[in-house]
């Protein structure tokens, strides 16, 4: 362990404040202030959806904006007439990119029975330039 005598201490520490104080060199790279912000929607905010053969979901959420969900296999989902999404970690609020969601899926008609739930993931925020990508069967 090093001991620095008083003075030595309070050199040190006004060397670090004056160092935090240097200006920058012109054209060098500043550290992020922050990290990015989270992509996130309210799960009642959401408006409309469509599916791609059971494994993908695009949701129209939030201010308009488009994400993408992908399942294991979400049995019905392309025929749903309906479609809930609920947090999985029971917090509910913001659902988010990354996080894994319950979709809750009902089928085609009234009385349909088959009813299910499965669980997806929530890849990504598309773009403008990716929602306009996307055939027009699919774009929610």
């Given at each position: 362990?090093?001991?620095l005598?008083?003075?030595?201490g309070a050199?040190?520490?006004?060397?670090l404040?004056?160092?935090?104080?240097?200006?920058?060199?012109?054209?060098?790279?500043?550290?992020?202030?922050?990290?990015?912000?989270?992509?996130?929607?309210?799960?009642?905010?959401?408006v409309?959806?469509?599916?791609?053969?059971?494994?993908?979901?695009?949701?129209?959420?939030?201010?308009?904006?488009?994400?993408?969900?992908?399942?294991?296999?979400?049995?019905g989902?392309?025929?749903s007439?309906?479609?809930?999404?609920?947090?999985?970690?029971?917090g509910?609020?913001?659902?988010?990119?990354?996080?894994?969601?319950g979709l809750?899926?009902?089928?085609p008609?009234?009385?349909?029975?088959?009813?299910?739930?499965?669980?997806?993931?929530?890849?990504?925020?598309?773009?403008?330039?990716?929602?306009?990508?996307?055939?027009?069967?699919l774009?929610p």
């Amino acid at each position: 362990m090093i001991r620095l005598a008083p003075a030595a201490g309070a050199a040190a520490v006004l060397a670090l404040a004056l160092a935090a104080c240097a200006p920058v060199t012109p054209g060098a790279q500043a550290a992020p202030s922050a990290a990015p912000a989270r992509q996130c929607f309210l799960p009642q905010t959401v408006v409309n959806f469509r599916s791609d053969r059971d494994t993908t979901a695009y949701l129209r959420a939030g201010r308009g904006e488009v994400y993408q969900l992908q399942t294991g296999g979400c049995r019905g989902l392309t025929a749903s007439r309906s479609l809930t999404v609920t947090s999985t970690s029971g917090g509910g609020g913001r659902l988010c990119v990354g996080e894994t969601v319950g979709l809750h899926t009902a089928g085609p008609s009234l009385q349909d029975e088959n009813n299910s739930v499965c669980a997806a993931r929530i890849l990504k925020r598309l773009t403008a330039e990716e929602v306009a990508a996307l055939p027009d069967r699919l774009r929610p």
